[in-house]
């Protein structure tokens, strides 16, 4: 699967800004995935186990062998010993087979996937669009079976998905007693969909045939279905369900089987109102892990989504909606309660316009040996898990061999402007590159796999100040926090560029009468940083790579440039809208500030620390040599970073590890190293010396000429042989990194808790009756430290929330519900449940279960 560009409808990232239930039998036991903030404290949390210590630099194992591996082999090629881990996470239907196998496996939210609809009104008025009709598209999740689809298709191992935002994550469970309430106002329902449908397809003028279906000015109403047959199997079955569903309430419903190559164009490609599809399967993979999701509604919905494209211009949504979901990416609002107010009204809202239908939150399985030990990402899986690599390992050992199998590799070139962004490429690049990449922040950081906050993995030191009244939370204390009346950018901020000159250009030049931003993210960087963090190659880090990246995130977009690119053009002219400038304070110590109007709700995930990697959101790093030659190549004509330029002008897309990019590559490094090229000299001069040029570029001849590749990096790993027609890689320890090998070993295991309630199988209405909730991690009580809160929710025989409340600690591991008599009283006779949500601290999913019982008068 494709982050970025693929899935960019729903992704929030932005260049330069932060980028910023199936009920259980009595006395159930349900241990939960992981919530939402993370410990006090300035180090990482605590681990679970007090590990072993160690002498040993960078990562634990001696070499990583990666090659492709089929997903229907994988549990066979691990029981084989051909491989000891598959990273590439497997749909849910698997998950038996891997407990059957005896391995251990990981378990990650995936992909989420839903029906993507055609809101337009045809151009051809002889042809109705149903789904032109809100209260039609409204009526679809009462088609759908949810559950249906998640035991037969993704036999039970996925979650039933109502909402844009993510089946219990962070902003799910605190919207708990809402998102709740509209799940059972909205469950299976086909009476009552088939009763809206048949009203509105009557009202927009069509005639329900003897043959029961549905027909408009003398023909069938036909839905071209765009059905996804490619990817991981799973969207055909669903498209198939959905479509089934769709003829037995009278619809003609014309099946187009297409891979993702052949369905976008029609999709995102077309005009809307053309009619050339009604339905589409649709699938994405969060950019990150998922706790600031207010913008997703005018991602997903609203034609003012940064998608920009079809079909979400020709949605025409209702005004409300259209204002809140605005407010809400735009950070429009001036408390937690306000924004959880807007959140909770959108989320009704949204099921009113139905532009999607969401139908599956996918839990996906990365299978590996029982030797093996894996940290992994519990929203996103461990290939886009930032400190996996790190952590990877043969349990109890040091060193050794490590085969990993995956889905593909080198799908596309390699390089961090316009290149490679599949998660299976990026999943191996994080290897080789220092704490997370730029969007949770950057490099400085690391991103905690659990909670999906930051703790410092290169900074010495960070303050975040921002413009008093914005919903700023701080969870961490490493991050020192302030709020101002106004946030004054300073006179020299670089905010903007001019490509002629090859200078930036200053706030005080492009806003004479003063500029101001919401957010200043400030951080300084340790005193021997320049001594300590060397690139694979050998050269220390230096002030060049970091005003290089910079530069780079810029110097694509303008037109005086000789990079200059159209297709990265737009998404940088986006990013400038927030973006309010660079400072650099000091270069010893390296002290950097960054302002944006664009900010998080979390103070951590404000911190942009500037580290030189993508500017655009992909995995790797930058050293200035490698943006230097490859920037001379594109200037020359003979290379693109993007496969839109690329194919613009017919020249190699640029790749850092094959192909005919390398020999181009080759020619212009000798050139650079004749001339002590200093790329952009009129700023970069500054930064950097004709002495670290020629440094640079030696010890870039001599990697390129040991490794024939030209990837480098500052991380654990180094990339040591390339086999892109073979499709597999070598990577090997990189000794002189500048961390030990435990340093965030303590995120070896998350601290899920497994929870159990238990009460009275009997409640007289109108009498109080007391449940008690079990909270345990590893059969231990899990302490009442750890855990945020304990909420629980009460439903009556119709399924609807009668209350919501939050339980009473007793102990460690022991929490107690008291129904009052007031509460009972609101119960009808006959079957009635009562669920509790756990929200613990180091993990960010809750744990639920349920209880069932019966109301008597």
Same mark, same amino acid.
């Given at each position: ?19 910023? +239930? ?47 591996? /089929?997903?229907?082999? #994988? ?6 010993? #051909? ?43 002889? &042809? ?37 935002? @993510? ?93 993702? /190559? ?8 077309? #005009? ?31 034609? &003012? ?120 490429? +990026? ?80 706030? +005080? ?14 951080? &300084? ?6 001594? &300590? ?235 109080? +009756? ?53 509460? @009972? ?24 279960? /349920? ?7």
């Amino acid at each position: 699967m494709k982050l970025g560009k693929i899935y960019a409808v729903l992704s929030l990232l932005v260049v330069f800004s932060m980028l910023l +239930a199936a009920c259980q039998p009595s006395g159930s036991d349900t241990t939960g995935m992981p919530e939402t903030e993370a410990p006090s404290m300035t180090e990482a949390p605590a681990a679970t186990e007090a590990p072993a210590q160690t002498s040993r630099h960078g990562g634990w194992l001696d070499e990583i062998d990666v090659s492709v591996v /089929s997903g229907d082999s #994988a549990i066979s090629q691990l029981q084989a010993g #051909a491989i000891d881990y598959f990273s590439f996470g497997l749909a849910s239907d698997v998950y038996p087979a891997i407990k059957e196998a005896g391995l251990k496996t990981t378990q990650s939210f995936g992909s989420y996937y839903g029906i993507s609809f055609n809101p337009a009104v045809f151009t051809d008025t002889k &042809t109705l669009n149903p789904f032109s009709d809100r209260k039609i598209r409204e009526a679809m999740n009462w088609l759908i079976d949810r559950n249906y689809v998640n035991q037969e298709i993704y036999a039970g191992g996925s979650l039933p998905k109502l909402f844009t935002i @993510t089946t219990q994550l962070v902003e799910y469970t605190n919207l708990i007693d809402t998102a709740r309430s509209l799940e059972s106002k909205y469950a299976y329902n086909l009476d009552k969909a088939k009763e809206i449908i048949d009203a509105e397809m009557t009202g927009l003028g069509a005639d329900l045939g003897p043959d029961g279906k549905w027909q408009y000015n003398g023909a069938p109403v036909t839905l071209a279905f765009l059905i996804r047959s490619d990817g991981d199997g799973t969207r055909k079955p669903m498209g198939d369900y959905v479509a089934n569903q769709l003829e037995s309430v009278g619809f003609t419903v014309d099946r187009q089987y297409k891979t993702s /190559s052949e369905a976008f164009p029609i999709w995102l490609g077309t #005009a809307a109102a053309d009619g050339q599809w009604s339905m589409y399967t649709a699938g994405y993979i969060p950019s990150g892990f998922p706790r600031d999701e207010r913008a997703l509604f005018q991602q997903g919905y609203l034609n &003012t989504s940064i998608q920009a494209g079809e079909p979400y211009i020709s949605n025409v949504s209702d005004p409300e909606f259209q204002k809140l979901g605005d407010d809400l990416a735009q950070g429009n609002f001036s408390s937690p309660e306000e924004r959880q107010k807007m959140m909770a009204r959108a989320l009704e809202l949204s099921l009113q316009d139905s532009l999607f239908v969401w139908v599956i939150d996918q839990q996906t399985y990365s299978p590996y040996n029982n030797n093996v030990q894996v940290t992994y990402d519990l929203a996103t899986g461990p290939e886009s898990t930032n400190v996996g690599p790190y952590n990877l390992r043969f349990a109890g050992q040091e060193g050794g061999t490590m085969r990993v199998g995956t889905n593909d590799l080198f799908t596309q070139p390699w390089n961090t402007v316009g290149g490679s962004n599949w998660v299976w490429d +990026a999943g191996v690049m994080r290897a080789t590159t220092m704490g997370t990449s730029n969007a949770v922040g950057g490099a400085g950081l690391m991103a905690d796999p659990y909670t999906g906050l930051a703790y410092p993995q290169r900074i010495e030191s960070a303050e975040l100040t921002y413009k008093k009244g914005l919903p700023i939370q701080q969870n961490l204390d490493w991050v020192k926090v302030n709020s101002v009346d106004q946030l004054d950018v300073p006179a020299d901020a670089w905010v903007d560029w001019d490509a002629k000159t090859q200078k930036f250009i200053t706030a +005080a030049e492009k806003f004479p009468d003063g500029l101001t931003a919401n957010v200043m993210s400030r951080v &300084t960087y340790p005193a021997d940083l320049f001594q &300590t963090v060397k690139w694979h190659d050998g050269s220390p880090i230096s002030v060049g790579d970091f005003v290089m990246s910079m530069i780079q995130g810029f110097d694509p977009a303008k037109k005086d440039s000789p990079i200059y690119d159209e297709s990265l053009a737009a998404s940088i002219d986006a990013g400038l809208v927030a973006f309010k400038g660079y400072r650099i304070v000091s270069t010893d110590p390296l002290v950097i500030e960054a302002y944006s109007d664009s900010y998080n709700k979390d103070a951590e995930l404000n911190i942009l620390p500037l580290w030189p990697a993508s500017a655009f959101g992909l995995a790797g790093e930058n050293s200035w040599p490698i943006l230097a030659i490859s920037n001379m190549a594109e200037a020359a004509g003979e290379l693109a970073y993007t496969s839109d330029k690329s194919d613009l002008e017919k020249v190699e897309n640029t790749s850092w590890v094959g192909g005919p990019s390398l020999e181009i590559l080759s020619k212009y490094l000798d050139q650079a190293a004749s001339e002590s090229y200093i790329p952009y000299e009129p700023t970069l001069g500054q930064y950097i010396t004709k002495d670290e040029a020629d440094l640079r570029y030696s010890n870039f001849k001599k990697w390129y000429a040991n490794h024939g590749h030209f990837w480098v990096g500052t991380g654990p790993y180094y990339l040591d042989k390339v086999f892109t027609t073979e499709k597999s890689l070598v990577l090997k320890q990189n000794a002189d990194f500048v961390d030990l090998s435990d340093r965030w070993s303590v995120f070896s295991e998350p601290k899920l808790a497994t929870t159990v309630l238990d009460g009275p199988g009997q409640v007289k209405v109108g009498e109080e +009756a007391v449940f008690d909730a079990t909270v345990t991690f590893k059969d231990k009580p899990y302490p009442q430290s750890d855990i945020q809160k304990v909420k629980y929710i009460l439903y009556d025989a119709t399924g609807a929330v009668v209350v919501v409340g939050d339980a009473t600690a007793v102990a460690d591991g022991q929490y107690q519900v008291t129904l009052t008599s007031e509460q @009972t009283a609101k119960l009808q006779t006959g079957s009635a449940r009562l669920e509790v949500a756990v929200v613990p601290i180091p993990v960010a999913v809750p744990s639920f279960t /349920s209880f069932d019982f019966v109301a008597i008068p």
